[in-house]
């Protein structure tokens, strides 16, 4: 399924490489910091920029639809799970850091 | 050109080479934040994936991978809790 013809593909083609760019550098950046914690801030950068860029690209294509539905769905779960998993991570480093 | 797949094809180099990398170096909490940010670039893969080929019905495997590997990330950290 391509972009939407007119205005709505450039912001589709906008938010796939604005999407696409925050993935990339937050790989990157995960590479080149060394610590946990740093790392953990990183996955931000994908769940809370990448993933609505993604997500709302998608919705834009795909219309009102239930494959918008489960788009969104999809994208709101990996924002609301990421905290948390976040969290545990972190609170595992910060009990035993030598692990 | 079809931005859609333009990300996937990012999304899976990303996924191939620095999430491997991350996922399979340092130390075990390090690898668990690897892991958790390989899951998301996946998610997000399977997602684009789906939109490109034009399958809205496969937006169920994302779906799913979402919860399982939030369950899964939790169970290694209670996992490594109990090593300490």
Known sequence: MSAPPGALGVVVWVLCVLSALAVLGAAAGALLLRTV?????????????????????????????????????VVALLAAT???LQTGIARVEREDPAE | MNPFLLLSGVLLVV???????????????????????????????????????GQPSLLIVPLVTVLLSFAGTLVFTRLLRGHR
């Open chain 1, 37 to 73: 914690a740093e790392r953990l801030h990183l996955v931000t950068l994908v769940t809370s920029v990448a993933a609505p860029a993604t997500g709302l690209a998608c919705a834009l294509t795909l219309g009102v639809s239930t494959g918008t539905a489960a788009v969104v769905v």
């Open chain 1, 82 to 84: 990421a905290p948390v």
């Open chain 2, 15 to 53: 996924l191939a080479g620095p999430g491997l990398l991350l996922v399979g170096r340092g130390t075990a909490t390090a690898r668990l934040a690897g892991l958790q940010l390989a899951s998301a670039v996946t998610v997000l893969l399977l997602t684009v994936l789906s939109v490109a080929m």
